[in-house]
């Protein structure tokens, strides 16, 4: 299968190793959705190529409307692709039942979404452990500690006791990295994660994904329509009438390698 690897590199941030296992590849994937009574179909995602690697930190950039959600939805096996297919790793998402492939999604795959969407009657604790609590008794003894260090990395420690209420805006999403964290997925897709923070706050969440990245390891997927978000991302590309093209927007050399998996 040959997929195009978002290859745009921020100089001074190394490359990930060539031999990062991909995390997530999608392969001539094409999203239609049908149009009604009569009318034609809008193309949302139009034969995206695209390999995320383990520790990745990839942008991808596009006015609204562009299909970047769409192919996150895509991308993460909330909604089926019109063809084309999505591996996550290394499995085949659409060849999976229902069941499985939730499962395979809550396991692998941390979500971040524009709108904090927490348990308002929950703590920020509680919050952060709902994923494991969901999976299961097991999961969710085995992820208490983790679910406070990951609270105390993402600046919570002082209120892991609070409901979202008391919580600023920012302090909310900190608090939803870090349960995007809890179960330790293979990766971290956030949609538009800062579209709802003011700048200063923006800056300081964008801070945080960069801080994962670098000393976790943590494999990120962001959308975004803002370009200089982009512009500090190692890898980005853009997104234009549902087609992932190679965005130059930094100062390297934008290119799109080929690689054979």
Same mark, same amino acid.
Request: neutral net charge; glycine residues 10%; charged residues 20%.
């Given at each position: ?6 290859? =745009?590199?921020?100089?001074?941030? #190394?490359?990930?190793?060539? +031999? %990062? ?15 009604? *009574?009569?009318? /034609?179909? !809008? &193309? @949302?995602? /139009? ?9 990745d930190f990839v942008a ?14 895509? #991308?993460?096996?909330?909604? *089926? ?7 996550? #790793? ?16 809550? =396991? ?11 348990i308002p009657s929950l703590?920020?604790? =509680?919050?952060?452990?709902?994923? %494991?609590?969901?999976?299961? @008794? ?7 500690? $983790?679910? $406070?260090?990951?609270? +105390? &990395?993402?600046?919570?420690? %002082?209120? &892991? ?16 990295? %870090? ?24 800056? =300081?969440?964008? !801070?945080?994904?960069e801080r994962l990245n /670098?000393?976790?390891?943590? &494999? ?6 803002? /370009?200089?978000?982009? *512009?500090?991302?190692?890898?980005? @590309?853009?997104?234009? #009438?549902? *087609? ?18």
């Open positions: 299968m040959t997929v195009a690897t978002v290859q =745009e590199l921020r100089p001074g941030r #190394a490359a990930p190793l060539a +031999e %990062a296992p991909p995390v997530l590849v999608l392969n001539a994937v094409t999203k239609v959705f049908p149009g009604h *009574r009569g009318t /034609a179909g !809008a &193309t @949302a995602v /139009a034969g995206a190529d695209l390999v995320v690697r383990t520790g991808v950039t596009g006015r609204s409307g562009s299909g970047k959600t769409s192919l996150l939805n895509v #991308a993460a096996g909330l909604t *089926r692709p019109t063809s084309g297919g999505v591996l996550l #790793a290394g499995v085949d998402l659409w060849s999976l039942s229902d069941a499985a492939r939730t499962r395979l999604r809550r =396991e692998r795959v941390g979500f971040v979404f524009q709108f904090p969407s927490l703590s920020a604790l =509680e919050n952060v452990l709902l994923p %494991a609590t969901l999976a299961g @008794a097991g999961h969710a003894s085995a992820s208490a500690d $983790r679910a $406070r260090d990951l609270l +105390e &990395t993402v600046g919570m420690a %002082a209120k &892991t006791g609070e409901r979202p209420g008391r919580l600023s805006a920012g302090e909310q999403q900190r608090v939803v990295i %870090a349960r995007a964290l809890v179960l330790q997925p293979s990766i971290l897709i956030a949609d538009e994660p800062t579209s709802s923070l003011d700048e200063e706050t923006e800056g =300081e969440v964008m !801070a945080l994904f /670098a000393a976790d390891g943590v &494999t990120v997927l962001m959308v975004t329509h803002d /370009a200089g978000l982009a *512009r500090r991302c190692p890898r980005h @590309a853009r997104m234009v #009438a549902g *087609r992932l093209v190679d965005g130059d927007l930094s100062t390297g050399n934008g290119d799109l390698s080929v690689p054979v998996l």
